[in-house]
Each structure stands twice: as structure tokens, then as C-alpha cells.
């Protein structure tokens, strides 16, 4: 029988006790007599300046996708790498320069919720996970109508927010936030590659199309690359940019304007469930064998349609993640470990979750050596984390732009090819983070205006 810790220490220090913690101990007096129970209870007294020393692990809120049509390909993998990182920052399993258990010798508490919904109700569980879950930081959010959402709901309540994976470029050129860091590069590193290889790899490329979801996502993905091809080839025409709702899934009369155009080359940033229907559903038309598709979120669906992605496709991962991350140490024990944990190579998603997570390791370190190992406060932490350098399974990321507080990373595309049925990636060119992200304090579609001039 074990004896509650709140009895314990409220008896010794002759605190008040409730009704049932009385009744508690009038049984055990009866069962185990009252000489031995005071002996036990001194005791355990003894050991209460232990108990009270003990440090309460950080609790982190992570917010992804756990259901509906982002969550399969995007979500889950996520919350899986946020899973899998945690246990081993905790076990001190994670190789060099994280190998010291949790955040600073601290334990991790990790507070799941789902992305899923409204963006009122993103928010009103971003204001649940604080008020009343009580987390120290939280990391997450997929969808970039979630984080522009909740951005400023964390400077009101000043916590700590560190977006994982959202793309919209408006984040931090649109506004400056103390509370909130971004540890992927946006949708500009996106586009501006796309175009770069577009040219690079089809020269010959004179009319472009694209079908972008119609969000903030969507649209800042398809303005950039647009730009992009024009600032690249001039004269450059475009035949139809069309822009279907979120998760319609359906895209049958959209492709068919599509086919009717004829272009050289089709953009398209969609992600999750419209991806995969897009491809499943363009493919047999002929749409991929006609025009040169470009999928800028398109490692997502890599594992999962495998060769149903027509050879010739350009395939980006957001970054240097996925298929293209470099055969680093990190990255060696993080696919190694997910593959053997979830039975599936990690796509870019799983990427930007551990990205967001070591970064923000290597920040709160970072704020408690400078604190002479005390644990810091959340100023101390953000102090740290702006203008961060720091290591990744990706490589290295920067937190060069947004006054410290929005990474820099280079990009990659490749193309796919079917060899002895299995899908293979051919034609593979790296960007560096200075190629296609903005100087600092340069709004993006300014930088692709000026010819991407530094």
C-alpha cells in the first residue's frame, strides 16, 4: 500500500488535511499501528527537502494535425518525430551537440492537441494549452492560416511559440513578434527554387500554369513563383492560375482548364489530401505527360503513392529534408530511429518537427549556460534563440531573418524516375539559404522584383 506524497508531506509539516487524507490515516493507524506509522511518516519527512528539490519537467505544448485530410501525410508524421525526439532527448540518446538529456538536464512534458478546425478554434486551444494546461512553450502548427492566427495570441499571453512547419511568408514580413520563432524557411525558399530549377532544367519553358489551394499558403506560393519565372525569363506567359478551396478534393474541371492551356510547366503548393488527389487524379488524364508538374510539398506523398507519381515530376521537400537531407550524424540516427519506430522513412513534415524542437533545445541551453545553469526565464530563452546558429538532421539552420526569429535553410528539388519499381530522384540541385530567401529586413516579393539582387 503506498502512502500519497500530498499526505506525507502535509502531516510533516503539519499542514491541514482534507476529510479523506483524515480518514486516510485513522485506516492506516488501525492496520499498521501507530508506533510503526510515526516511524514511517518521520521517516518519509525526512526525505521532503529531496522531494521539493526536484525540478518539474518543462511541459510543451506540440499542435499538429491528428485528424482530417492534413494529417496523414503531414500531421502525424509530426507528431511522430515530436514523440520520438522527445524520448530520446529525455533517454540522452540524441547524438552530439544534444546528447545531454532533456532541456538542459530537465525532463520534457510533452501536451499533444490537435491542429484540426477553425482558426478561432486553433486559437481557443492555443489559450487552453496556457491557461489551462499550463505550458511553458509550445511548438507546432502546420497550416498557415493556424499560425497567422495565433502569433499574436502569444505575444498577448507571452509565451514562447516556435511554429514548426507553417509557410506564408506574411508571418514576419508583415508584422515583428518577440514571442514567436520559425524555424523552417517559408514559402519564398519555395518558389523562388522552383523557378530557379525550372529554368535551370527547361530552358526551353515559355508558358507556366499553376493550381495553388486558395489560402494564404496557396497564394503567396503561386505570387512568388510567378515573379519569380518573370524576374528569371521575361516574357514569360502564364496561361491560368487556379485556385480551389482548401481540402475541396475534387479538381476535375480545374484540370481540365489545365490541359486546355498547354503549358510547359504547372506549379502547384498543394499539401496533405489535395495533394495526393491532385496526382491520383491528373495522372490518368495525362496531364504529367503533358505539361512538366512542379510539387513544391511533394516528399510528402514520396513513401506513401511511391511510382503512381509520374517520372519527370519535380518533387521539393521544403528545405533540405526527406529524400534530400544530408548524410549528417543527426540525420543518420533520425531516420534510423523513426524508420525503425514507425515502419516508414520521415518526409519533410517529421523534418521541420525536429528542426523546430533542437532548436529550441539548443536556444534554452544556450540561455542557461549564460545564466550560470540556472533554469532561464522566457526572456532569457528568447534572447538566445534570436539569431541562432544551430545543427539539424537537415544540416544547418539560421535564424537569420525577422530580427532574429525566422529561419534560413538551402532548398533542393530533384525529379523523379521509376527504377526496378521503386521511385528514385534524378537531376538533384541544392540552393544555398542565400539564393532563395530574402537579406534581412527585405520583404520578399520586393527581393524577387529587384532580380533577387543582395
Not at 507528431?79 to 540518446?93: I, K, Q, V, Y
Not at 539539424?392 to 521509376?418: D, E, F, R
Not at 528514385?424 to 539564393?435: D, F, I, K, L, S
Request: glycine share 10%.
Amino acid at each position: 500500500m503506498s502512502i500519497p506524497l500530498t499526505l506525507v508531506q502535509n502531516l510533516v509539516r503539519g499542514a491541514p488535511v482534507n476529510f479523506n487524507q483524515r480518514f486516510f490515516f485513522s485506516f492506516l493507524r488501525v492496520l499498521c499501528g501507530e508506533r510503526f506509522l510515526i516511524s514511517l511518516l518521520l521517516c518519509l519527512g525526512s526525505l521532503a527537502p529531496a522531494w521539493a528539490q526536484q525540478q518539474a519537467p518543462i511541459r510543451i505544448g506540440v499542435v499538429t494535425f491528428l485528424s482530417g485530410p492534413g494529417a496523414g501525410p503531414m500531421g502525424i508524421p509530426g507528431r511522430n518525430a515530436a514523440e520520438l525526439t522527445f524520448d530520446a532527448l529525455d533517454a540522452g540518446t540524441v547524438p552530439a551537440p544534444y546528447q545531454a538529456k532533456g532541456f538542459g538536464g530537465i525532463p520534457i512534458e510533452m501536451v499533444l492537441i490537435d491542429e484540426a478546425g477553425s482558426t478561432s478554434n486553433v486559437v481557443t486551444q492555443y489559450r487552453n494549452l496556457v491557461d489551462s494546461r499550463s505550458v511553458d512553450m509550445v511548438i507546432g502548427y502546420i497550416s498557415s492560416g493556424s499560425c497567422m492566427a495565433v502569433a499574436p495570441i502569444a505575444e498577448e499571453l507571452k509565451i514562447l511559440t516556435v511554429i514548426f512547419d507553417c509557410g506564408t511568408p506574411r508571418l514576419f514580413e508583415d508584422a515583428s513578434y518577440k514571442y514567436v520563432f520559425r524555424t523552417a524557411s517559408d514559402a519564398t525558399m519555395d518558389s523562388v527554387a522552383a523557378a530557379r530549377y525550372v529554368r535551370e532544367h527547361l530552358p526551353n519553358a515559355t508558358r507556366i500554369a499553376g493550381i495553388n489551394q486558395n489560402y494564404s499558403w496557396g497564394q503567396d506560393s503561386w505570387k512568388d513563383f510567378e515573379a519569380s519565372m518573370k524576374a528569371l525569363a521575361p516574357g514569360i506567359e502564364v496561361t491560368t492560375s487556379q485556385m480551389p478551396k482548401l481540402f475541396s478534393s475534387q479538381y476535375g474541371s480545374e484540370i481540365s482548364v489545365l490541359l486546355a492551356g498547354n503549358p510547359d510547366v504547372i506549379h502547384s503548393s498543394f499539401w496533405g489530401g489535395d495533394l495526393e488527389a491532385f496526382i491520383l487524379q491528373a495522372a490518368p488524364r495525362d496531364l504529367f505527360s503533358r505539361s512538366t508538374v512542379v510539387l513544391t510539398t511533394g516528399d510528402a506523398q514520396l513513401s506513401n503513392l511511391g511510382t503512381r507519381i509520374p517520372d519527370g515530376t519535380i518533387i521539393g521537400a521544403r528545405g533540405p529534408h526527406g529524400v534530400f537531407a544530408p548524410d549528417n550524424e543527426l540525420n543518420r540516427w533520425f531516420r534510423k530511429a523513426y524508420e525503425k519506430r514507425y515502419g516508414t522513412p520521415p518526409p519533410f513534415a517529421a523534418y521541420h518537427m525536429v528542426q523546430a524542437i533542437l532548436g529550441t533545445k539548443a536556444a534554452y541551453e544556450k540561455a542557461k549556460s549564460a545564466a550560470n545553469g540556472k533554469a532561464p526565464g522566457t526572456d532569457q530563452v528568447i534572447a538566445a534563440f534570436q539569431g541562432l546558429s544551430y545543427e539539424t538532421p537537415s544540416g544547418t539552420t539560421k535564424m537569420a531573418l525577422g530580427n532574429g526569429h525566422q529561419g534560413i535553410q538551402p532548398m533542393v528539388y530533384g525529379m523523379t524516375k521509376a527504377v526496378g519499381g521503386k521511385l528514385t530522384m534524378t537531376n538533384v540541385t541544392r540552393y544555398a539559404a542565400e539564393q532563395v530567401n530574402p537579406p534581412e529586413g527585405v520583404k520578399s516579393e520586393d527581393w524577387i522584383k529587384s532580380g533577387f539582387a543582395h
